[in-house]
């Protein structure tokens, strides 16, 4: 599987930025597309997934009620629409992929509320710089 991010730029703080994530390659029947983001001298921290199954999605407690993920199967993107941006959500954002493993993970879902632990499958991320 490839994953390309797109979206990211500059933007001022309250504004909105939407990326993008699109997958090309081999596919899977199940499994969980996630949001991370590492922010210079801060660890990787997960932000928010969608789980193929059901379309259910996850958000990380800093982003909830501004972010948005959503994905358009047609197109094999997912998407993350972003608002009322903070200049501490500068950092480069990166999706990733995990295909469901059923010795790991109960169901889709569960890989998005498991984020942290890491996901098989990794873009090279985008840039979002939040100026004050």
């Known amino acids: 599987v490839q994953l390309v991010e797109s979206g990211g730029g500059l933007v001022q703080a309250g504004g909105s930025l939407r990326l993008s994530c699109a997958a090309s390659?081999?596919?899977?029947?199940?499994?969980?597309i996630g949001w991370f983001r590492q922010a210079p001298g801060k660890e990787r921290e997960g932000v928010s997934c969608?789980?193929?199954?059901?379309?259910?999605?996850y958000y990380a407690d800093t982003v909830k009620g501004r972010f948005t993920i959503s994905s358009d199967n047609a197109k094999n993107t997912v998407y993350l629409q972003m608002n009322s941006l903070k200049p501490e959500d500068t950092a480069v954002y990166y999706c990733?992929?995990?295909?469901?493993?059923?010795?790991?993970?109960?169901?889709?879902?569960?890989?998005?509320?498991?984020?942290?632990?890491?996901?098989?499958?990794w873009g090279k991320g985008t840039l979002v710089t939040v100026s004050s």
């Open positions: 969608i789980s193929s199954s059901d379309d259910k999605t």
């Open positions: 990733a992929a995990q295909d469901l493993d059923l010795r790991y993970y109960s169901d889709t879902f569960s890989i998005c509320v498991n984020m942290d632990r890491g996901m098989d499958y």
């Open positions: 390659g081999d596919t899977f029947d199940d499994y969980a």
